[in-house]
């Protein structure tokens, strides 16, 4: 069975401003989550690299759509 990317989902969050319901599709939700998470392996990978360490993969935490010309892969 394959998911609906048009299905609708409510769902409730804390803003810091109390309780908000707020209506997403799933594949708003899954878009903004896959987003989210690059952000973060963005911030991971700043803080190996700080720490000296090494990822064998040039492209974490560098959203699929960055130019290849623009990572630094040397």
């Known amino acids: 069975q394959q998911a609906d990317p048009k299905k609708r989902i409510q769902v409730i969050d804390d803003l ?44 974490f935490g560098y959203n699929p759509t960055t130019p290849i010309s623009d990572l630094n892969l040397n």
């Open 16 to 59: 810091g401003q109390g309780k908000i319901e707020i209506e997403y599709t799933l594949g708003s939700l899954l878009a903004q989550a896959n987003s989210h998470t690059i952000h973060h392996y963005a911030i991971i990978s700043y803080i190996l690299d700080q720490l000296g360490i090494v990822i064998n993969d040039p492209t």
